[in-house]
């Protein structure tokens, strides 16, 4: 899958792309302005799949995200987020170029409830909030 990231502050997701040929065209019809803060590259991996974003972006599988959140222990802040998680299902193309629009993927804070909740459901907390199929 080929990703299109903004490498400006902030720094975000600009598009996901199955194909090639489609990431390209969409990087086509930005600004030249916009391309110039912009880098593409190629992930192996396949929908469904997920980004974490600490300290930047990672794009990760199933299998490799239950393990990260299976080495995690909840905190005794409850507000702390230790980083969030977007779900990428199909090709993401956000309507308005230039603008972080992440917001829209579904998405979610992995905070120390967060994590409390899932150590006591497991697996089947992800899918009743609607992060895994």
């Known amino acids: 899958m080929f990703v299109i990231e903004s490498v400006a502050n902030p720094k975000y997701i600009c598009g996901v792309f199955e194909r090639e040929k489609d990431a390209k065209a969409y990087l086509k019809g930005l600004p030249a302005d916009l391309r110039r803060h912009l880098r593409v590259y190629n992930v192996e991996l396949q929908f469904p799949c997920f980004i974490i974003e600490e300290d930047g972006f990672e794009f990760t599988g199933q299998e490799d995200l239950l393990a990260r959140?299976?080495?995690?222990?909840?905190?005794?802040?409850d507000d702390q987020v230790y980083f969030n998680i977007y779900l990428i299902d199909s090709d993401f193309r956000p309507k308005k170029a230039g603008l972080d629009s992440m917001?829209?993927?579904?998405?979610?804070h992995v905070t120390s409830d967060f994590l409390n909740w899932y150590k006591s459901e497991g697996i089947g907390y992800l899918n009743r909030i609607g992060m895994l199929d």
Do not use: C, W
Request: charged letters at 15%; proline letters at 0%; a neutral charge.
């Open 69 to 77: 959140l299976d080495q995690l222990n909840a905190s005794h802040f």
């Open 103 to 108: 917001g829209m993927l579904r998405h979610v």
